[in-house]
């Protein structure tokens, strides 16, 4: 009965090569997250879709690209990783922006 | 930049027993504060949130409190049980939508 779910939990990829991290809600939220952990205490936002279209997109690198196919669904895909690209990435949901935030686990992304 | 404080770090209580955690923070310019559970290898299970206009908000044996003015909030849990055993985490939201976590309580209820 997971809420809010990212695979895989654990990355551990080359530089340069092209990974997606999944996530998926199954609390019928109409908005999906992808942050990432800058620090242990700040969790910066990435992106942020509302019905499936994107409403934030906040400064990151072009090689991140977030795909929506449907309402519950929202994955993080990043080309031609660098080693500053490693830390947590968290995916996240709620009813509708600003609202009650529900988080996944966190993917830990390890670029060697 | 805004500091998220947690205190205590760790508490130990027994069964059954009222508690209190704390959480403060540096910028009283924020949108909302939520209070959060961690399980180990889990996801953050949401407990409360609290708007920045309201007060307080309960659910259950918990009730959260919120006084932006002077940076502070309060998570107070009754009677506790051994499933409360968790981390527990405050982290308010700003406008621009970020969220600043504090660094957590762990929490141990004895049978």
């Known amino acids: 009965d997971t809420a809010v779910s990212q695979t895989p939990k654990y990355l551990v990829t080359q530089m340069g090569n092209d990974k997606s991290i999944k996530c998926e809600q199954n609390?019928?939220?109409?908005?999906m997250y992808w942050y990432k952990q800058d620090s242990k205490k700040f969790l910066k936002i990435m992106f942020s879709?509302?019905?499936?279209?994107?409403?934030i997109n906040e400064t990151v690198p072009n090689r991140f690209s977030p795909k929506s196919p449907d309402k519950a669904h929202l994955n993080l895909h990043i080309n031609s990783l660098e080693l500053g690209d490693s830390a947590v990435y968290f995916c996240?949901?709620?009813?509708?922006?600003?609202?009650?935030?529900?988080f996944g686990q966190g993917t830990r992304l390890t670029v060697v | 930049k805004q500091e998220v404080t947690q205190i205590p770090a760790a508490l130990s209580v027994p069964e059954g027993e009222n508690l209190v955690l704390n959480c403060s923070f540096t910028?009283?310019?924020?949108?909302?504060l939520q209070w959060f559970r961690q399980d180990p290898g889990k996801g953050l299970t949401s407990l409360l949130l609290?708007?920045?206009?309201?007060r307080e908000q309960t659910s259950g044996r918990l009730n959260a409190s919120l006084d932006k003015s002077s940076g502070r909030s309060t998570l107070y849990i009754a009677a506790s049980q051994p499933g409360d055993s968790a981390t527990y985490l405050c982290?308010?939201?700003?406008?621009?939508?970020?969220?600043?976590f504090g660094t957590g309580t762990s929490l141990t209820v004895i049978p």
């Open positions: 996240a949901s709620s009813q509708y922006i600003y609202t009650e935030a529900f």
């Open positions: 609390l019928g939220h109409d908005t």
């Open positions: 879709y509302n019905n499936k279209e994107l409403i």
């Open positions: 910028d009283s310019a924020i949108y909302n």
């Open positions: 609290i708007q920045s206009s309201q």
């Open positions: 982290a308010v939201r700003d406008t621009g939508n970020q969220f600043y």
